[in-house]
């Protein structure tokens, strides 16, 4: 290793501990192990140009162990992404660019939010089937517009989540060749040696799943890492996976290899032995000789001629193929919303009872048409959560054109890959399960919405109308879940026309996550549905004058609502009926309009959900009532359990009489 390339290796090193011990938190074991790995890849593989952080065509680098952020960012300073010496210098506090996990929209060059061991992984295997996708759909000979390789830098702890596992067996089963994977494998967490709870074979494993496995024995033999990347390059129809042997702490003689270097600061005193036996010429923290700084600019300087070249290619090409160049910017610059809410086929829908998740399957293949870099699928559920596009494919390692994703029964992984499908760019992902099967996916829920992802979660079988299933498969505080996370609008559809709106909602929304909650059983068309779901809550049935009473519901219940209603109509009670359909949209409205649909001046309410009731108070107040699950649900068939659980029109009638008076 010539002087410049140790002496750069070791300011990634230098600066990640400076940061750590500036800030007296962090996490300074990992990047002192890793920097070889991380200079290796940036220097000399990596595509990309700091001067543009949105190519195109630039290859993307996840930081898997989230918690070894100091690394990334010491990356994105030296390479000149815009993060100063005083944004290093207030690592992990507030209101910085240096946080203390990567976050996704926060810091220019971060392309993923990660902290949650594996979900970095799992986030890369969607680039990467994004790119596989794009690439089939452009690319044409002596253009390959598409044309580039998704890296991920992972550990131990990531190797151990089950998530991890998931995701790369189901990457292996496609053939996503251009992905590849790093695992920075020191033997050491936090409560100590890897041995106490991890002696698994994890290259067998990984060969096992489809990949191609390289080894590098040693974490600072930069030339060894570069020829791993080569081989892995090589390699077209499996992704890969290099393991590189590192030291924890590298560099710091009282804790190198120790687990004491995972997770707190070096100390005053370690840190001067570490400048020493890097032989770090500078003593002032944070300070980095001028020649290095120079050395990595003329680095990433190769990128900047790397996208010019691309552009004059992709200029060429739009002129070759103009058909293609218009679908191209539908694909990454495409506004469907004004057209699709004047669109009167994509809203006609027949006046027939229907479950909603049928109707949702009607939008999905109604939308594609439409949308056409729409691409999703099920954890194993298509069938009945209606996610399948007709004649679209399946996306597999042989047709990469497909838009239809079987993700096997793997929930969280699924949610994963499409918060990687969206953070590619050029792709409008969907997935899908049952709503009671959420727990499993949540984790990464949160990310998409912790990211601003406009990812869309078809959850089916909404309620204790699952039947004969039983307590396990009928959810009853999931709605309560969703709509505890900030940042995502959960939408619960009472029949088709709600449903239309909720996916024309998902399908526009730029910055995002949605959750469609939609019955497995069959429900009325409701008079007075429409356009005014995208409100969030507002006035299905009215009533003349000042109401006495407003009925509040969400999906399967608002039927129940509107019968109970009328009844109470003909015994003089003023009635107003509400739906509402998503919380979060409605809560957002201007006050003037939420007081029209909730008059502050009525407050004999009552809701009507069957799901738990906690999030109702703030609608119904203290005088309102709400009709809701307290328990879990039974197997019994539907219609048997909907009466035993207490929603019947009677029991909304009865209900709303005594708040009355």
């Not at 920097?35 to 940036?42: C, K, Q, R, S």
């Not at 400048?275 to 190769?302: A, C, H, M, N, Q």
């Not at 007075?528 to 407003?550: D, N």
């Amino acid at each position: 290793m010539v002087y410049k390339e140790e002496t750069a290796v070791n300011a990634l090193r230098i600066l990640s501990a400076d940061m750590v011990e500036h800030a007296k938190s962090g996490h300074p074991g990992m990047p002192l192990g890793a920097a070889g790995i991380a200079y290796e890849l940036w220097a000399n593989e990596l595509r990309h140009n700091p001067k543009d952080t949105k190519w195109a065509d630039r290859d993307r680098f996840v930081l898997s162990s989230g918690h070894g952020c100091a690394l990334l960012y010491s990356l994105l300073h030296l390479f000149g992404y815009g993060l100063t010496v005083d944004d290093l210098m207030h690592f992990r506090q507030f209101g910085s660019l240096t946080p203390g996990h990567p976050e996704y929209g926060h810091t220019p060059g971060v392309e993923a939010t990660t902290g949650p061991l594996g979900s970095g992984i799992a986030m890369a295997v969607g680039m990467a089937a994004a790119e596989a996708h794009l690439a089939a759909v452009f690319n044409r000979e002596h253009y390959p517009v598409v044309n580039h390789y998704t890296y991920a830098l992972c550990g131990d702890g990531c190797m151990m989540e089950g998530i991890s596992t998931e995701a790369c067996s189901l990457a292996g089963t496609l053939g996503l060749g251009k992905l590849i994977i790093f695992y920075d494998s020191n033997g050491i967490t936090i409560e100590g040696s890897t041995d106490l709870a991890f002696t698994e074979n994890v290259e067998g494993k990984m060969e096992a799943l489809g990949f191609q496995t390289l080894m590098v024995e040693d974490g600072n033999d930069l030339a060894a890492i570069g020829k791993a990347i080569q081989a892995a390059k090589a390699e077209k129809e499996k992704p890969s996976f290099i393991t590189v042997k590192t030291k924890i702490g590298f560099g710091c003689p009282a804790k190198e290899g120790k687990a004491n270097s995972h997770g707190e600061p070096l100390g005053a005193e370690n840190i001067k032995e570490l400048r020493k036996t890097l032989k770090w010429p500078e003593e002032e923290p944070f300070k980095v000789p001028e020649e290095i700084y120079d050395w990595y600019k003329k680095l990433g300087s190769k990128g900047e001629e790397a996208q010019r070249r691309w552009n004059q290619m992709f200029e060429k090409y739009c002129l070759e193929y103009p058909e293609l160049a218009r679908l191209w910017r539908r694909y990454f610059d495409g506004e469907a919303s004004a057209e699709l809410l004047e669109d009167e086929a994509f809203w006609d829908m027949e006046d027939k009872p229907d479950a909603t998740r049928n109707i949702s399957g009607i939008m999905i293949n109604r939308l594609k048409d439409r949308i056409p870099n729409l691409i999703g699928g099920a954890a194993d559920l298509s069938p009945s959560t209606k996610t399948y596009m007709k004649d679209e494919g399946t996306f597999s390692k042989n047709n990469y054109k497909g838009r239809n994703l079987h993700f096997g029964i793997r929930e969280g992984a699924m949610a994963a890959i499409g918060n990687g499908l969206a953070l590619h760019g050029g792709i409008r992902p969907y997935v899908s399960t049952f709503l009671v099967f959420s727990d499993y996916l949540k984790p990464m829920a949160r990310l998409s919405a912790l990211m601003s992802l406009p990812v869309t979660y078809v959850l089916t079988h909404d309620s204790i109308g699952v039947g004969e299933d039983g307590p396990t498969h009928e959810p009853v505080e999931h709605m309560t879940m969703f709509r505890a996370m900030p940042g995502i609008m959960t939408f619960r559809p009472a029949d088709a026309r709600e449903t239309a709106a909720a996916w024309y909602y998902a399908a526009t929304v730029k910055d995002h996550p949605t959750v469609l909650a939609l019955s497995r059983q069959n429900l009325p068309q409701i008079s007075g549905t429409g356009k005014g779901a995208l409100h969030g809550g507002y006035v299905v049935k009215a009533c003349s004058g000042m109401p006495q009473a407003i009925l509040m519901a969400s999906g399967s219940e608002l039927q129940l609502a509107v019968r109970a209603a009328e009844i109470l109509e003909e015994e003089g009670i003023q009635v107003q009926v509400v739906s509402m359909i998503c919380m979060e949209l409605f809560d957002s409205q201007p006050e003037e309009y939420k007081e029209s649909v909730l008059p502050k001046t009525v407050r004999a309410r009552v809701a009507i959900e069957a799901q738990t009731g906690l999030e109702w108070g703030r609608y119904t107040g203290l005088d309102g009532a709400c009709i809701s699950m307290n328990s879990f649900g039974a197997s019994g068939k539907a219609e048997v359990l909907f009466e035993h659980f207490g929603f019947t029109v009677d029991h909304v009638v009865e209900t709303t009489r005594r708040i009355c008076g």
